[in-house]
């Protein structure tokens, strides 16, 4: 099956070149312009296919694959309406710097002059959430476009690569086997950079070091930082979002920037040093009236040890070697109380998740208003991998969630998942489902988007019945055991704190995925 | 509440500014960016606020509205992301020139350099989808640049108006009311094309008339579109899709340009002569191997005897005058035999529906794979008024009927809506249910993206398990009852036709929405 025959069209080049360079899961919600590609993938046989029902599902799915298998999956989306759909969860994806490989099918050429019904401007739709665009041009040079774009996907720290697929190219003959091509390394450490900051280490100023990205994925690269910090009496922050986490029990907790604009400031205010190591200069998620934009505070001075494009464990080898540092040993927190029976509020949830979560988890966070109180739980919890929404479009979770699993087949899957968010893109479950992904859903059921309800006080109104309506989520309530069932999933609603461990323990137990609905 | 003080933010200058443009719906999923627009909307109280769950819902339901209101809404988008996720059916409501005028929502222009987690390209995601986009510039322009916009929206036939609301304009004070401004009419006759639609009437070859848009939703216009063809015996035809069409008993049946492409092709076959009347030359929706593009045949004389930026109706009467045409009678069609009890299939659908809609009812049509068999119905069931998805991204039926119901809270919709295309959107089932739309969604539970088989077909292949698993909705089944009773809305599942037509009956007597699971 998988020996390159030597007619091949233009899909079957594609989908044999980028097997041979290592992608071997395509996540796709394809139409007719992709047909040529189903065929392909069905007759070739060398991925796993993975339907979502809808592009969101598709794009949030192919992240969690890549953050949990390092390498990016290839996605199949349909034109220019297509990719909107998919559009959200890419900017989340765009922002973390993970890696991603779309293929975007396109009418036929010959076709594109006519204006048909789904006729819209393919690249313009696509060019604002891709790092790199380009539009295959005939069947012989097609699979080397998608080597160029899979090379580009992964450069690190990872990209977006969007290559536009023609119908025609895809069913033409004269498709050929295109080499892999080796993805760009990180950008070099900077001397000067590196002499600043250790310089500021050395000032005796408060310091703080601001991490992220690949730092915050490798325990010996977090194992020397904080052995700079201690040398040094540094603070060591992460961004408000990260892409994954390596946490819990043995491992080093990181505090985050909080999001909440005057708890950012105030984190941030004692400092007059700051550097930036795989992070760029912290930043209001939004504007508002009377509050800076920029989180630091005015005059600290910042240093770019390693930019996002650079490579922090490195660079921080570096800093160590030249302050004489040594990695740290991580020390545990203690432990949190085990929580009373009693409603689940956002004082015990930490605690119980911390109690309840299985080992070796990967937890998806996209707990929004209830996620200050929740992140808690991971740095007492058993060994974890925590990913979180990213780009700030909600709508991540569930799907994340179905890719991390299809990553790792091993590991327990647990979504601390908004309700608000959720109904973006809960079709996503179905994936799960039909993937018998091993993933719990933790549904934080406040009934409300309870963060914007932050965000109105915060330009300085006070909600009448009107802003609640477009705030709220009752009428009706949102019945989501119901929803899960309607796609194939179990689940049940508990309302109280030490139902919410058990039924996290029972979850976790069995293979396939589960929904817990919990009132908050 | 409703008089405008002196001093107002932008946000409610552009409130109040639209209100006295006319209007007075909001559909809105918003965000941290629109907070001010979210107190403007609460304070000002002059529209009706709609919140979807998701933002496809948004723009799907404001196109709803506007087919049957007969004037645009407004929608409230949240950045890059949020547009993105309500560009499908923008999509859909450009390709039909239904009026829209959307508030994007921005980071505050001081904000904008700072790469913030959800900034991105605004303007680049909205330019594809909008025919008409401009950033608002400070509080004093703000309503006058929505009021251009909704004059754009407001032209004749209608236009997607995008403007981009930076957080800080909105919140800033010197909002100023502006005028209400004039809509553009219609491009006027052209009498040299008037003189070649005679002439090809008066030439004696097979002639077709092509009629969209206006002339579908004009039942004057309808008769004197018959009556032209009876004295000249031309035949009609509308386009494959079409935004609105009045059909039933005592109207006129109108046969349109089918899908499939052979059927497609095989109808224009016999025509030498073709006019076009708001009505673009049919193309196919996609290209296939071997098919042409064009569906009328090479060398078919066609005149446009007015594009879809004219006005059908005058321009029919000015052709009945030129030939002496006379405003036909509608004759209805023989009523097709009641069902008798047994599985749903396409054979016995359009029979089922056409005694069992309900009268003056709107129809959503949506069916994409069972439409074929399901139009039928359209012709020979009460008065009836039919809403079709336009640009072929699916994802329209429910959001659209949220819509329509809105605008005629008077009046039962059905909404006929495929299983597969029901996912993308199906988080309008809770708009259904808070706003109390009298909405019966029947979905059409054929468990397949039945329609691409057919397209994998027509590139020429055979699908192996592989491609299937892409195009089949199995494993696990959805079982939309317990989806609909997750978002409030009641429903049932039939298998037998005479129990379809039941339950069609029984809902369309409730008020509210229900939803029927057809197994066909």
Not at 67 to 87: D, I, S
Not at 289 to 306: D, E, H, Q, R
Not at 353 to 367: F, G, R, S, T, Y
Request: hydrophobic share 45%; aromatic share 4%.
């Amino acid at each position: 099956m998988s020996t390159a025959p030597k007619d091949m069209n233009g899909a079957e080049s594609v989908v044999r070149s980028l097997h041979a360079g290592g992608v071997d899961v395509c996540f796709a919600n394809p139409g007719t312009s992709e047909m040529q590609f189903v065929d392909a993938l069905d007759r070739t046989k060398l991925m796993r296919c993975v339907l979502g029902l809808f592009e969101g599902v598709v794009t949030g799915a192919a992240d969690g694959y890549a953050r949990m298998a390092g390498k990016p999956a290839v996605t199949l989306l349909h034109l220019a309406p297509g990719f909107a759909n998919a559009a959200a969860n890419l900017h989340n994806a765009r922002k973390a710097r993970v890696p991603m490989l779309n293929l975007v099918g396109d009418h036929a050429l010959r076709h594109q002059k006519f204006d048909a019904p789904l006729s819209a401007d393919v690249e313009g739709a696509c060019a604002p959430f891709s790092d790199w665009l380009r539009s295959g041009r005939d069947a012989g040079s097609f699979a080397a476009d998608a080597m160029t774009a899979l090379a580009v996907a992964k450069g690190q720290p990872g990209r977006i690569a969007t290559l536009i697929a023609p119908a025609d190219i895809g069913w033409d003959a004269g498709g050929k086997m295109a080499e892999v091509i080796a993805p760009k390394g990180p950008t070099p450490l900077d001397e000067h950079a590196l002499s600043a900051a250790v310089a500021a280490l050395e000032s005796g100023e408060r310091t703080v070091i601001i991490a992220g990205n690949t730092v915050l994925e490798d325990t010996d690269a977090l194992a020397l930082l904080h052995g700079i910090a201690e040398k040094t009496g540094a603070d060591i922050l992460a961004p408000t979002s990260n892409r994954r986490m390596e946490r819990g029990r043995g491992r080093f907790a990181v505090d985050k920037i909080p999001y909440p604009i005057n708890a950012a400031l105030e984190t941030l205010a004692p400092y007059t040093r700051a550097i930036l190591v795989e992070a760029p200069p912290p930043v209001a998620f939004f504007a508002y009236p009377g509050k800076p934009s920029l989180l630091l505070p005015v005059g600290c001075n910042t240093v770019t040890l390693a930019d996002v494009d650079g490579h922090g464990p490195s660079a921080l080898a570096a800093l160590a070697d030249r302050i004489g540092a040594k990695r740290s040993q991580p020390r545990d927190l203690p432990a949190l109380p085990v929580p009373q029976a009693g409603a689940i509020t956002l004082k015990n949830i930490a605690a119980a998740l911390a109690h309840a979560l299985p080992d070796n988890a990967i937890i998806v966070d996209e707990a929004v208003s209830s996620g200050g109180a929740t992140f808690e739980a991971g740095d007492t919890a058993a060994p974890n991998t925590w990913l979180a929404l990213t780009g700030g479009s909600i709508g991540i979770g569930i799907p994340l969630s179905a890719g991390a699993a299809i990553a790792c087949p091993d590991r327990p899957v647990i979504t601390l998942q908004a309700d608000g968010s959720a109904m973006y893109t809960i079709q996503a479950l179905w994936t799960q489902a039909r993937e018998n992904a091993n993933v719990t859903t933790i549904i934080l059921a406040n009934r409300s988007y309870e963060i914007l309800k932050g965000e109105l006080h915060n330009v300085g109104a006070q909600p009448g019945p009107d802003a609640l309506s477009m705030l709220n989520l009752d009428r009706p309530h949102l019945d989501f055991v119901a929803l899960a069932k309607g796609m194939g999933v179990p689940g049940r609603r508990v309302e109280d704190v030490t139902d919410l461990m058990r039924a996290i323990k029972d979850a976790a137990k069995e293979p396939g995925p589960y929904l817990i609905e919990a009132a908050v």
